[in-house]
Structure formats: C-alpha cells, structure tokens
C-alpha cells in the first residue's frame, strides 16, 4: 500500500485538512504547546525548517495575527458553513456539510493559493443572533510581555525551500545551517533576541538510522550553538526541537545540557509511535560562563577549517591527560637488544 493512502486514513492528516493546516506537524507543536506552555510571553519567534508551514501556521494563530480560515475549493464564500459534530469554530477552521452553524464573516483579506482560499476575518456574526462575535483573544489580543505590555510580534521562518506566505511571517529560504542565514535572521529582530526557537528539521532520510541520527543531531547543534543564531537567545527562553531518538542520543542530551538547564524529551500523540521521531524541550538558556557562540564550535564536527587549538576558556575543550605506568617499565619508544 503507497505512503499516501497510509497517510489520508491518517486521522491526523484529515484533521489537518479539515482545519486548514499545511501539515499535520502542527498538531505536534501544538499538543507540545499544551504540556510546555510554549508560547507564553513569547514576542519573537524563530521557526527553523518551516516548509510548508504547519508550524509558522501555529506561531502566526498563537502570536497575535488573525486566524486565517482556510476553504477547499475555488470561490471566496461569505457564509461560512460548519458543524459542531467537526469541531468547527473560528479558531481551527471548518468543514463538513451539514450545515448546523452559520456565519457570516466580515471580510479583511481573501488570498488564493493552490487550492485552498485563505480568508482573514476582522470579526463575525452568528446567523442565530446578530450578536458580533469577536475573534478569540489568543489571536485578536497581542502578546503581552513581562513588562505587561503588548508589543509588536515577529516571527521569522526559515527553509531550504520556498513557503507560501503566511501572515505576519517573514520568510528566509535559506540553510539554517549557514552562518549568513543567522545573521538574516538577527537582522530582522534588529538587534533584539528571539523568545522562542523552535526547528522541526529532518534531514532527508538514508534509511541507514546511526548515519542519519547523526545528520539529525548535526543540524540541530547547528540550528542552537553556532554563532550567530545563539545570539538571538534570550537567556532563559526556549527552543523546541526535532531529534531521533535513537540509541545514542544520549550523547545529544549530554550536548544540550550544556546550554539548557532543562532538557526534556516528548512525544506528542501526533507523532507516530513506530516514528524514530520525538522533540527536545530546552528551556533556561544558559550558556557556560565566558561562552562565545561561534561556527567553529567544537560540537559540530564538520568544522574542518578550524583549528581548535587556538580557543579559549569554554569554548576549548580539554580533557584531563594523564600518563600511566612506573617509570621503571619498558619505553615502547626505545629499541632493546635481544635476550
Ligand atoms: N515544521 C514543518 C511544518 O510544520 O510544515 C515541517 C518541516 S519538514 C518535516 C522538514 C523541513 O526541514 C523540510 O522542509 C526541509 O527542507 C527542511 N530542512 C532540512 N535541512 C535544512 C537546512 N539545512 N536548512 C533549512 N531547512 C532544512
């Protein structure tokens, strides 16, 4: 039986569908957001490896933009038809024909792309009462920060290939694993660190698991440590990650400890169970003292131009050297006439 059959009995494939998600990821992040919180305070937000965008999808309903409604079909429908058995409701979209609610939107933009229609609405009226139902307030009002006021959002993803536009979200095709893609994605927070880094980056599949468990735990130390994208962390903020969770990952937990001072492991319901996949929640940012986040981080061992030798403090490591044995022993290094 082909992959794609698999996946439309999926029934997180048809609930995607059915709410206008670009993929059923965004189930992931969200039931992520549901255990962790993640979006809490969060104003500036990286989504790293975010094609086609379930993800980016989720941070722009989260973080303040109107809910976008996304329609099968050609055509840009005024009524919006839903039912109760689907779950219908602004918030995630609708589907179904047996019509049991009936809205009617106030219109602010209508964009086509593929086949979906997108439709932002301002606000919107039941057909049961006239009564103007205001959007919900996790998209309508904006984040708030510590400071108890609201302030702009900015989220910017990032892929290797290109995404349909989302609202609000600003769009790099780059390689997350790039230096000069950092430095875009710095620019656009001008200056200021991101709240929240989250990567859902696989790297595409050998089927050989210890290689690619390897290029998986490589691009994500890619995606956190190098310099200059950990420069946009806020000390003490999040990062939410893809790993595979193979038998040495261990060694990636190891990794991210240093950086983190919590480091979880989950495994949403969405994700499925025979999946090597699962997500690190990293929460405390907290480099070792005297840390300088750079591309020549002995972490990441496809550096081949560096020399390690010249680091410093941290930054090196160094590992204690000690030599065995009585000196009375043979040297091995010495030549000894026969017996
Ligand atoms: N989170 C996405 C969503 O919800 O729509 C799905 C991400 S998909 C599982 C993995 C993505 O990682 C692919 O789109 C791929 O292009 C991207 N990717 C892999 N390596 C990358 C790299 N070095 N730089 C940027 N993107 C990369």
């Not at 569908?17 to 937000?45: C, I, M, P, T, Y």
């Not at 609405?121 to 984040?143: D, R």
């Not at 694993?177 to 989250?198: M, N, P």
């Amino acid at each position: 039986m082909g992959r794609s059959s698999k996946d439309k009995r999926d029934i997180y494939y048809r609930l995607a569908k059915e709410e206008g998600w670009r993929a059923r990821s965004a189930f992931k992040l969200l039931q992520l957001d549901q255990e962790f919180n993640l979006f809490q305070g969060v104003r500036r937000a990286v989504d790293l490896c975010a094609a086609p965008g379930s993800w980016s999808q989720v941070l722009s309903r989260k973080l303040n933009f109107q809910e976008p409604i996304l329609t099968r079909g050609g055509g840009c429908p005024i009524y919006l038809i839903g039912t109760s058995q689907s779950g219908c409701n602004l918030t995630n979209g609708f589907c179904g024909s047996e019509p049991t609610n009936i809205f009617v939107l106030f219109i602010r933009q209508v964009q086509k792309l593929d086949e979906y229609v997108t439709i932002y609405v301002h606000k919107y009226t039941h057909t049961s009462g006239t009564q103007l139902i205001p959007a919900p307030s996790s998209t309508t009002e904006p984040n708030r920060g510590d400071d108890g006021k609201s302030s702009e959002v900015k989220i910017v993803a990032v892929d290797l290939q290109a995404m349909a536009p989302l609202p609000g979200v600003i769009q790099i095709q780059g390689d997350i694993t790039k230096v000069s893609t950092a430095q875009e994605i710095i620019r656009h927070f001008e200056g200021q660190s991101a709240d929240l880094v989250v990567c859902d980056g696989a790297p595409d599949v050998t089927g050989l698991h210890d290689i690619d468990e390897y290029i998986q735990a490589q691009l994500l130390l890619a995606a956190v440590i190098n310099e200059p994208r950990s420069l946009i962390l806020r000390v003490q903020m999040c990062c939410c990650f893809q790993i595979f969770r193979g038998k040495d990952i261990t060694l990636l937990y190891s990794q991210l400890k240093i950086f983190f001072s919590e480091v979880t492991c989950a495994k949403p319901r969405s994700s499925r169970n025979s999946s090597i996949e699962a997500f690190v929640v990293c929460q405390g940012y907290s480099p070792p003292e005297g840390y300088i986040p750079n591309m020549s981080n002995p972490l990441l061992d496809y550096c081949y131009d560096v020399d390690f030798n010249q680091l410093e403090g941290p930054n090196r490591v160094i590992v204690p050297f000690l030599a065995c044995g009585d000196l009375s022993a043979y040297d091995s290094d010495r030549t000894y006439p026969l017996q």
